[in-house]
Each structure stands twice: as structure tokens, then as C-alpha cells.
């Protein structure tokens, strides 16, 4: 069982290339969530989806898409990368049965935009 | 609107010292979920504890226990005789029922030095 899964752990890019972060998980949960973490501003929740093919936008959307094709899967897009978005990323999910809302992370993924 | 406050950015303590990290929060709902996690070195996020908004029993856990006080929107956490393994940064979190748990606040942290 491993839990909540994010790769790639590092990754450095170019202005202007873009990429794709993947979040997977095996818990069977409903709920996934992009956040980034940037020094001193805690988490910010980028975008989040309830269900297999629903997103919807967090509080710091700009510049970034998302996917969610399968249950297990939740990909975060930069289409166009900006040194603005370099900070750690962080996936997470949480189911909805028993209406805990306790989030489980992945490991991060560390991204610098040169 | 919902707010979560961390007023302490940094703490410093000895070993065996007794920390206590403050949570003050801000929600219009009274059906409301609250949240640690810590944060150690090597960047993971680990859940500790939840409560929710009827129940302001306090919560013992080891060395770890929570001051649940809804008169005063608060949630603090207290480390007991703390070590160096405590060393973390550690986040209060509120999420709202009425949002099914998606629009989680995080505050902005306190990060906890332990000195041997």
C-alpha cells in the first residue's frame, strides 16, 4: 500500500517549457487536491477534484491545469512555466466516507523555473 | 470566510522542554473540522489529529496533547518533555462540513527547533 505517490521528486525547467506532475494514489479515495508550498505561506490549494472526470479551481489557479481521467490519478499541467511557479508541490486525497476530510500527502515534488 | 492563524513563526526550545504551538481560526459554519500536521525535515506531511467542531474534549497522544476551545477559536498543541525528533514545522488546518472537506485552510505554520 503505498499510499499517495508524486513524480518526479525534483524537476527544473526552462521559462516558457512546460510539463506535467503525477499524483497517484491507492487508497481508493474520492477526493484529490494540488497544492504548492511556497516559504512562510503554508499551503495553497491550487486546484482539487471530487470525482473521476471533475476538477475545479482552488484558490491559486493561474497558470496551471489539471486532469483526472482515471480514479487513481490526478495530473497537475504547467503549459508555459514561470519562475513565479517555482516551489514544492504537494498532491493529496481524502475520501468522503465517514465525512473526516483528513488529507494523506505524497512526498512533494520540488520544482525551480529558471 | 474561513481563516486559520499561526502567530508563532518560529519556536525554539531545549529538550525536555514543554512547547505549545497556538491555532486561532476564523469559520462562519458550525459543522467544521480541525487539523494537524506535521512537517519534519525531510519534507513529507504527516497527519496527527482531527476533531471536529461538537467535540471539544481535550485529546491525549504520548507526549502530544490538543487544547480544543471553541469560546476562543482555538486549537492549540501542546509537546510534552519535547526532543529533537519534534523539530518540524507543523500546520493547523480547518476545513468547513458544508464544502465536503475540499476547501481546507491551511495556516502558516510554526516551526518547532529542539536543541539537544
Known amino acids: 500500500n503505498a499510499g499517495v505517490t508524486q513524480t518526479p521528486k525534483f524537476r527544473v525547467l526552462k521559462t516558457g517549457q512546460s510539463m506535467t506532475l503525477l499524483c497517484a494514489q491507492d487508497?481508493?479515495?474520492?477526493?484529490m487536491y494540488w497544492y504548492r508550498q511556497d516559504p512562510g505561506m503554508g499551503l495553497r490549494l491550487i486546484h482539487y477534484s471530487v470525482g473521476e472526470g471533475t476538477t475545479a479551481k482552488g484558490e491559486v489557479p493561474d497558470g496551471y491545469n489539471v486532469s483526472r481521467l482515471k480514479k487513481q490519478n490526478f495530473l497537475l499541467g504547467l503549459e508555459s512555466a514561470a519562475p513565479s511557479q517555482t516551489s514544492v508541490y504537494f498532491c493529496?486525497?481524502?475520501?468522503?466516507?465517514?465525512?473526516?476530510?483528513?488529507?494523506?500527502f505524497g512526498p512533494g515534488t520540488r520544482l525551480t523555473v529558471t | 470566510a474561513q481563516k486559520v492563524t499561526q502567530a508563532q513563526t518560529e519556536i525554539s526550545v531545549v529538550e525536555k522542554e514543554d512547547v505549545t504551538l497556538d491555532c486561532v481560526y476564523e469559520t462562519r459554519d458550525t459543522t467544521y473540522y480541525l487539523f494537524w500536521y506535521k512537517q519534519p525535515p525531510s519534507g513529507e506531511l504527516v497527519f496527527l489529529i482531527r476533531?471536529?467542531?461538537?467535540?471539544?474534549q481535550n485529546e491525549i497522544s504520548g507526549r502530544y496533547s490538543w487544547n480544543f476551545q471553541k469560546s476562543t477559536s482555538s486549537f492549540n498543541f501542546t509537546i510534552t518533555a519535547s526532543q529533537v525528533v519534534d523539530s518540524a514545522v507543523y500546520f493547523c488546518a480547518l476545513s468547513e462540513a458544508w464544502t465536503g472537506g475540499f476547501k481546507t485552510i491551511f495556516g502558516a505554520g510554526t516551526r518547532l527547533f529542539v536543541k539537544a
Open positions: 493529496a486525497s481524502s475520501s468522503i466516507r465517514g465525512g473526516t476530510y483528513e488529507q494523506y
Open positions: 476533531r471536529n467542531s461538537f467535540d471539544e
Open positions: 487508497m481508493n479515495h474520492e477526493y
